[in-house]
């Protein structure tokens, strides 16, 4: 499942945006893995933190349900 496909199904259950970076970080903290850019100058720098919210409903996405 693309970012985008995330973002397309959390827009319509959620009537709300969420930026690729907040994706990413709510998979980081569901243990899926994530990949860092090789142009990213702090490697462990978070850009969006997820909220709470963001990351139930982005492993409910990814989970099918």
């Given at each position: 499942?693309?970012?985008?496909?995330?973002q397309?199904?959390?827009m319509e259950?959620?009537?709300?945006?969420?930026s690729t970076c907040a994706i990413a970080d709510a998979r980081r903290k569901l243990g899926y893995p994530v990949k860092v850019?090789?142009?990213r100058i702090d490697k462990d720098k978070i850009q969006k933190s997820?909220?709470?919210q963001e990351v139930n409903e982005?492993?409910?996405i990814l989970?099918?349900?």
């Amino acid at each position: 499942m693309t970012y985008k496909d995330i973002q397309d199904i959390y827009m319509e259950r959620t009537h709300k945006g969420i930026s690729t970076c907040a994706i990413a970080d709510a998979r980081r903290k569901l243990g899926y893995p994530v990949k860092v850019s090789k142009g990213r100058i702090d490697k462990d720098k978070i850009q969006k933190s997820a909220t709470d919210q963001e990351v139930n409903e982005v492993d409910k996405i990814l989970k099918g349900k």
